[in-house]
Each structure stands twice: as C-alpha cells, then as structure tokens.
C-alpha cells in the first residue's frame, strides 16, 4: 500500500487537472446572424466573419432562402427552366453565397448550408391566406430541385467555387412562420377534426432533399434532419397553430404517443404506409442521417430548468428528446448513429434582451451572459450533443415602419438575442461568449471548493493554453488568482474546482496573442454551514 502522503498528493493533482468525463470535448462551436452574413453589404460581410474567427466560432449556420435565389418566384407559372441546374438562376442572386462561402472558408470558417422556406409562389399551392403563401405546402419535387442546384454549385467542381460539405433541411418545420399548413381539416365525411399536416409535408421534403444531396455527389456529407422548434401550441389545431417539438417528431416517424406504428385510417391519414418495413424503404434519411438538429431555446427561463409541457423540449429536456428518438429508432429496428442515440445538433440557440419589452423586464444582460455559458456547459456534458449555435452577433432592427416608441410591443417582434445592440455596443455576452465561465455551486462553505467549468474559445485547436481562475473577495479591488490550470485543444473547455475563502467573486483570466482575455464575473457566497 502506498503511503497515505503519496496517495494525498495524487488526489490534490487529479483534482487540478481539468476532467471531461462523460463529455464533449470536440463540440463545435456555430454560430448565425443571417441579417449580416446574408442580406449584409459584402463589407458586413466580411467585418462579421473577422469578428466570429476572433471568436473562434468553427462553423456559420446560412439559412439558403430558396424564394431568395428562385427565378420569378412571385409568379404563379413556373419560368421554362430546368430548375435542378445552378445556371437556371441568376448570378448576381448566387453572389452573395458564393462570396460568404469563399470569405468563410478563407478564415478557416466551415458553413453548414440550411435549405428553408419562403417558397416561390410556382413551388406552392394556392393558400387560404395571403399572409402564409410563402411557407404553404411546398412543392417536393421542385425542392428536390432546388437542392440539386445548390448542391451542385457547391460540389467542388462547378466554375472553381468551394466545396460546402454541411447541410440540414428547412427551418423550424413545426412553426407555422416556416412551414404550412401546420394542420388541415380530416377529410372524412362529418368529421370537425383536425390533423397535424406539417409532419407529413416535411417528410416528403427531407426525402427529395436527401436524394438531391446523393445526385449532387453530397451522399456522404453531414446531412442534419429536423431544425425542430422547442414549442408549439398544446393542444391547438388549426392551419397556422404550430406543433410542440416531440408531437412533431412522432408524427414524422409515423407513429402514436407510444410509439407504436400508425395503422388503418391514422396511417393513411398523415401518409403513412403502416408497416415498419416499408416505412424505414421509403425515408432513408429519417434513419441515416448524420443526426438531429434542434433549437432548445427557453427566452424567458434558465437553461436547467425542465419544461412544462412534457412534449417542449428546451436546454433541459434534451435527454427526452434523445430518448424519444431511440424508442423511434427501436420500433423501426434501425440502429442509431452511436451507442449512445442520435447525435444532437443544437442550431440555433440565444436568450432575447431589451429592448425587446418583454424579455428586457426577465432577462438583463448579466443573466443572459451567465445563461449561455450555462447553456455551453450543459450541452458540454452531454455526450450526444455535437455542437452548440450562438443565434445572432447583433441584435435585429425593429419591425420596419413600426414605430418602437408608440409599439414597443409590435416593433420589437424581431431577435435580441445578438452579443451586441444595435448601436454596436457590446453586451455582457460578448465576452461571455468568446470565455465561457460557469460556476456550479455558487453558495459554498467557506473554505471548501466548488466546481468551474469553462472554455477558451478562441484558442486555436493544436494549443495548449494556461488559464487563471481568480477570485476578488466582496469590497477588494484586487484580483487573485486562486487556480492555474493548462487547457489542451482541439476545442479548450476545462472543469476544475476552486477554493472559495470567502463571498466574491470569481472569473477566468488568460493571454491569447497580444490580447489579454477576461471572462464574465460569477458571484460566490460563502455560508458558515
């Protein structure tokens, strides 16, 4: 037996290395802000990529308006034009991708390419309503086309432009500003009901996606299959009531609230064939898909506190999700990805701020930036989780021609989820974004440790960096640094624990380049008992 000494003294050097058991340690880190990457002038472009590469961000999510590209999309009759081939559009409508894609990969950037909604009004048929005409049921097989186009264009070998190798298919297919109808009347003869539509009508686009990408010569690339919101509208059943998360899912695969296959009048109802053999024929891409994406957003809560819906699924209620799509992948007898399920993409994610009227009075700028860090180190530990999204570097401008000062309420429908306000200033999440910093117990005996966890994000990927965790004591003006720790690549988050003698505050602090980087402050109370 070694002597007691020795095995203290092992005990104090594990307990100063960083740990990553039963976690990420290649999560990527993907962000989005379409206002500036997509409908920004080339030089906003270009100052937002060096912004997300100083960052560190690995890969941009694009949203690829297909209305935005299409030819003579406000007009009812498709243009004579094989839609499938990239030169059927124009060239000055491609410059914008063609630009951001090169400008990105430049940077070391990757992009994920998302297909999504408005429609072009050939490409959809005729809607109850003007308003929803853009996102009503979508044509498959002119998507499928679509996707070719891109696919092609963005093959590698097409007129010396890069190769996009990332893709995942529509936008938030559960929420009726993206797809419709969400639901539509039951055809059978007396029957007042309504049945969930936007499952079906998304299958049938994932399955045209996904044979495009393979023509493309894209068959191997990471393809992402849901995009699904966190929530829909409970028991609501009506064209533009949008469907909660899990109902979404369960509906797609083609089966009931237990999982079992729909048959008869219910299967043939939402397209379904009923059988499991033919099913799993029929949508290779459900079950071969490079994994599941999904936005986990909460806006108005912490991202460990559960849903109250059990069919949500936000930040904490990711383990029902993964759950909800092994028992899928069971009934259909398909093996998931990994031992361990599905992998999850979370594509989108933020926390809304003033001046949004209503979030602003819930969400200040420090709870914002403790929540996404607090976000990170959730996902972080779960293994499913492949990569994490910051939606938004700056926040939108208000609704145009609504007036903020007399509509608050009407003006700021838009996304304040940004790092920065509008006017460019920097919220505290900027640089809680950039060094991610979450304190585990924040109430602590004095004297005893508790445990951080936290992240230098823009460290590059082969590196070993060296980080300070420091303390203040409340009323001190001088920092201390209470632990060193050296934090490897390729992606640099660390968990250690800290002593805290007393309430203060703690925060990370370390050198990159000629920078000196802090994080965001975490308070720390230390109790007696």
Known sequence: MKPLRLLFAAILVLAASPSFALASKTQESTFQDDPLLVYGSPEQQIATLDTLQGFGVDRIRVSVFWALLAPANDQVQKPNVDTADPA?????????YDHLIQAAQARGILV?????????RWASTDSPRADIQQTFNPNPEEFGKFVRAVGTRYSGSYNGLPRVDFWSIWNEPNQAGWLTPQWSPDPRPGSKSQIDAAPSIYRNLVAAAWQALADSGHGSDTIL??????????????L?????????????????NNINVLKGAQA?????????ATFVAQNPALFRATGYAHHPYALLTPPSRRSRNSDWVSMADLRALSSELS???????QKTQSRRGVPLYLTEYGYQTKPDPFAGKVVSFNRQAAWINQAEYMAFKNPNVRAVNQFLLTDDAPVAGVDARKSPNLAWRTFQSGLKLLSGKRKVSYKAYMTPFFVKQQRVRRGRSTGVFGMLRPAAPTTRERASIQFRARGAKRWRTRRTVTVRGPRHYFETRVTVPSTGYLRIRWTHGSRTLTSRTANVTAVRR
Do not use: H, M
């Not at 994920?112 to 072009?120: A, G, R």
């Open 327 to 333: 028992r899928i992948y069971r009934r259909y007898r």
């Open 225 to 238: 299959i849901g995009e699904t919101a966190p929530q829909g509208q409970g028991n609501k059943k009506e």
């Open 112 to 120: 994920n390419l998302n297909f999504t909604s408005p429609v072009p």
């Open 268 to 276: 043939s109802l939402r397209n379904c064939p009923g059988d499991i």
């Open 240 to 256: 533009t009531q949008s469907i909660d998360a899990l109902k979404f899912i369960r509906r797609l695969y083609c089966v009931d």
């Open 88 to 96: 059927a559009y124009q060239e000055k409508v491609w410059a914008k």
